[in-house]
């Protein structure tokens, strides 16, 4: 007669422990530590092992899994097409996107996965996306900000924004080097306070020239009437051109403070958020660049005010050396935001509409990838060759 081991004996046992009562759990127990000689709390866990690692188990604790991997990919797919923005911001923005590629045939992933994902909650988008957020250097582009002697000529204005009519939008330039010294191209960022919408444009370095005509640009392309804008102390802005330009076309200039980088706080804030983050910090210094990355913001401004939403912070408090920050519940995208004003003409509203229903949001994005890699290829061509000042 073969002696049994310890594995026979908890085999033996394990269907009626794992059925029994809490008496009768006890008497198992008492006979197979009298038999292995095991101590009772490690009888416990050798069958709460054999349980869990059991392939035919007929029943398992816990509760199952309900997101399975079908779902958590169509999630990183509507992600990646949302500008791999955080979770609040996505979730707001999962069944237009979904419905848009549905009608483009698009989207192929089958209808319980996009069932679970169209009912999943923001909190779970949150944590979710968090999985996906790719681990970021952290840069700082340089300032070439100089102050202008003309500043004088402009009123400073510092708020609030809140009651602005869409069309008074705050203006900043950013430059592509790591370093102020030589030419290179610069992008103006024009951001609308009422819908936060952002509409970009490159020029070959910062002068007054240069400036006006990215503005005036800007002026004819945004969606509504441009009434006012809003830099800093920058001589691009500052200046006699300018100044002059925005008097022939009824526009309000004024500025922030200097060295008051909140009074011009949602331009400050875009940026980082859309110009650095999809253009990144490389340096362009060759003219044939302003072209190409132009072909860039073609599309990337009314992808942005179209499908990427936005969340306005509406009270900040100050406690002791820190800030609480209190911000919509809703995110909302620059076009939507739009859509909701009251002051903005029906006729405006019913051309934006006709726009939105011709985009795709993953079309949009793989061909502002594909020309963000056209512009890298026109900058290695025709670059500074002998001394590379390319910093990705």
């Given at each position: 007669?073969?002696?049994?081991?310890?594995?026979?004996?908890?085999?033996?046992?394990?269907?009626?422990?794992?059925?029994?009562?809490?008496?009768?759990?006890?008497?198992?127990?008492?006979?197979v530590?009298?038999?292995?000689?095991?101590?009772?709390?490690?009888?416990?866990?050798?069958?709460?092992?054999?349980?869990?690692?059991?392939?035919?188990?007929?029943?398992?604790r816990?509760?199952?899994?309900?997101?399975?991997?079908d779902?958590?990919?169509?999630?990183?797919?509507?992600?990646?097409?949302?500008?791999?923005?955080?979770?609040e911001?996505?979730?707001?923005m999962?069944?237009?996107?979904?419905?848009?590629?549905?009608r483009?045939?698009?989207?192929?992933?089958?209808?319980?996965?996009?069932?679970?994902?169209?009912?999943?909650?923001?909190?779970?988008?949150?944590?979710?996306?968090?999985?996906?957020?790719?681990?970021?250097?952290?840069r700082?582009?340089?300032?070439?900000?100089?102050?202008s002697?003309?500043?004088?000529?402009?009123?400073?204005?510092?708020?609030?924004?809140?009651?602005?009519?869409?069309?008074?939008?705050?203006?900043?330039?950013?430059?592509?080097?790591?370093?102020?010294?030589g030419n290179?191209?610069?992008?103006?960022?024009?951001?609308?306070?009422?819908s936060?919408?952002?509409?970009?444009?490159?020029?070959?370095?910062?002068?007054?020239?240069?400036?006006?005509?990215?503005?005036?640009?800007?002026?004819?392309?945004?969606?509504?009437?441009?009434?006012?804008?809003?830099?800093?102390?920058?001589?691009?802005?500052?200046?006699?051109?300018?100044?002059?330009?925005?008097?022939?076309?009824?526009?309000?200039?004024?500025?922030?403070?200097?060295?008051h980088?909140?009074?011009?706080?949602?331009?400050?804030?875009?940026?980082?958020?859309?110009?650095?983050?999809?253009?990144?910090?490389?340096?362009?210094?060759?003219?044939?660049?302003?072209?190409a990355?132009?072909?860039v913001?073609?599309?990337?401004n009314?992808?942005?005010?179209?499908?990427?939403a936005?969340?306005r912070?509406?009270?900040?408090?100050?406690?002791?050396?820190?800030?609480?920050?209190?911000?919509?519940?809703?995110?909302?995208t620059?076009?939507?935001?739009?859509?909701?004003?009251?002051?903005?003409?029906?006729?405006?509203?019913?051309?934006?509409?006709?726009?939105?229903?011709?985009l795709?949001?993953?079309?949009?994005?793989?061909?502002?990838?594909?020309?963000?890699?056209?512009?890298?290829?026109?900058?290695k061509?025709?670059?500074?060759?002998?001394?590379?000042k390319?910093?990705?």
């Open positions: 007669m073969t002696m049994k081991t310890k594995n026979d004996i908890f085999n033996e046992f394990k269907a009626r422990y794992w059925k029994a009562d809490k008496d009768e759990k006890g008497e198992i127990l008492t006979h530590c009298a038999v292995t000689k095991m101590h009772r709390k490690a009888a416990v866990r050798k069958f709460r092992r054999i349980q869990v690692e059991d392939p035919c188990k007929s029943e398992g816990g509760r199952s899994t309900y997101y399975t991997p779902v958590t990919a169509a999630l990183k797919e509507i992600w990646e097409d949302g500008d791999e923005v955080c979770g911001l996505l979730h707001p999962i069944k237009e996107y979904v419905e848009i590629l549905k483009d045939k698009m989207w192929d992933h089958p209808d319980e996965a996009t069932g679970k994902l169209l009912s999943m909650s923001e909190i779970t988008v949150r944590r979710r996306v968090g999985h996906f957020m790719k681990a970021r250097k952290k700082h582009g340089i300032s070439s900000t100089r102050p002697h003309l500043k004088h000529l402009v009123p400073i204005f510092i708020g609030p924004w809140n009651d602005k009519p869409p069309g008074f939008g705050q203006i900043d330039t950013v430059l592509h080097s790591n370093t102020t010294s290179a191209v610069y992008s103006l960022n024009y951001t609308d306070a009422a936060l919408g952002v509409f970009t444009r490159a020029q070959w370095n910062k002068g007054q020239e240069a400036t006006r005509d990215s503005l005036e640009y800007v002026k004819q392309n945004l969606y509504f009437p441009m009434l006012g804008v809003h830099p800093d102390t920058g001589s691009e802005f500052i200046n006699e051109m300018v100044i002059k330009w925005c008097g022939e076309n009824s526009i309000d200039l004024s500025r922030s403070r200097p060295s980088k909140n009074d011009n706080m949602h331009v400050e804030e875009r940026n980082g958020h859309v110009i650095r983050k999809m253009i990144g910090y490389i340096t362009l210094d060759c003219p044939e660049a302003v072209g990355l132009n072909d913001y073609e599309l990337s009314p992808y942005r005010f179209h499908f990427v936005v969340r912070m509406i009270e900040k408090e100050k406690l002791s050396s820190r800030y609480r920050r209190k911000y919509e519940k809703k995110a909302k620059p076009y939507q935001r739009i859509l909701e004003r009251e002051d903005v003409p029906e006729a405006h509203k019913e051309k934006l509409r006709i726009i939105h229903a011709k795709n949001p993953r079309l949009l994005q793989q061909e502002i990838a594909r020309r963000i890699g056209k512009l890298y290829d026109v900058q061509r025709f670059g500074d060759l002998e001394n590379p390319q910093s990705r």
